[in-house]
Nanobody, 120 residues
């Protein structure tokens, strides 16, 4: 069973920081790359950051240098540290296991997501 629980979102001023967490069931987390995705109103869901099972990372150009993805394999949790937030980062953020080659999500089931709102 796919279980993904995102948390840590909120309202923050531009330039501020947030740290998101995603707790995943072990069957999802173990041996899988994990990705953070976001969906803004009226837009398609997009990959923000990806981390492989051994810690290699990849980022969307729009967040490079500002966001950092990490994982704690002992806790089956993936994190997204977001700094220097901009209004355009406003979205609902989700996590999922990810295909390394394409960044596409592996599972069709999603958690409830966590809302990030950046005021300018």
């Amino acid at each position: 069973q796919v279980q993904l629980v995102e948390s840590g979102g909120g309202l923050v001023q531009a330039g501020g920081s947030l740290r998101l967490s995603c707790a995943a069931s072990g069957s999802i987390f173990r041996f899988n790359a994990m990705g953070w995705y976001r969906q803004a109103p009226g837009k398609q869901r997009e990959l923000v950051a990806l981390i492989t099972s051994v810690g290699n990372t990849n980022y969307a150009d729009s967040v490079k240098g500002r966001f950092t993805i990490s994982r704690d394999n002992a806790k089956n949790t993936v994190y997204l540290q977001m700094n220097s937030l901009k209004a355009e980062d406003t979205a609902v953020y989700y996590c999922n296991a990810a295909f390394v080659s394409t960044g596409a999500p592996k599972f069709g089931s999603w958690g409830q997501g966590t809302q990030v709102t950046v005021s300018s």
